[in-house]
């Protein structure tokens, strides 16, 4: 199973997944303190430390987990190549909806809730993580239709 290049793309998006629990994605500095956005809240380093903004952040937390989730079994399903590219598209469209809400809603909500839209985000490196993620999915993606491709090809030559 490790030996096809599609199961080793996926372990990369594993990693990569969890590599965003760990690395801020978005970072916002206020005459009130830094704050920090992650998958799992917005983290305050100012006088008073803390979680900020749990429940907003949610959406973020639940899309990395399902993309955790599936990208893990769609490696033990490499007997079932149509299967595992399905949940491999599935996988695209979760990291693609995962970038939008990072770029086009959570920078802008946070941006507007600390400094009344004067505060510009610095996006960090776990802004782009899922770019990373995104970009081995489609490459899996294409390995899994080129081996269909050549089952189907050995199929027409017996």
């Known amino acids: 199973m490790i030996q096809r290049i599609q199961s080793l793309y996926l372990v990369v998006v594993v990693a990569t997944c969890i590599l ?3 690395f801020p994605m978005i970072e916002y500095v206020s005459p009130g303190g830094t704050y920090k956005l992650f998958v799992t809240g917005m983290k305050s380093y100012s006088d008073l430390p803390g979680n900020l903004f749990f ?8 899309l990395t987990i399902s993309s955790l989730i ?24 979760l990291n693609v909806l995962l970038i939008g809400l990072v770029f086009l809603l959570y920078s802008r909500l946070f941006e507007t809730a600390f400094g009344g839209g004067s505060i510009l985000p610095t996006y960090l490196f776990g802004t782009y993580i899922p770019l990373i993620s995104l970009v081995f999915l489609v490459l899996a993606s294409r390995s899994i239709r080129k081996d269909e491709a050549l089952v189907k090809s050995t199929d027409r030559l017996r």
């Not at 599936?70 to 695209?92: G, H, P, S």
């Open 55 to 62: 429940l907003q952040t949610l959406p973020l937390l639940i």
């Open 70 to 93: 599936l990208a893990l079994i769609t490696i033990f399903l490499f007997k079932k190549r149509r299967v595992q590219f399905l949940l491999v598209n599935i996988n695209v469209f």
């Open 20 to 22: 965003l629990f760990f």
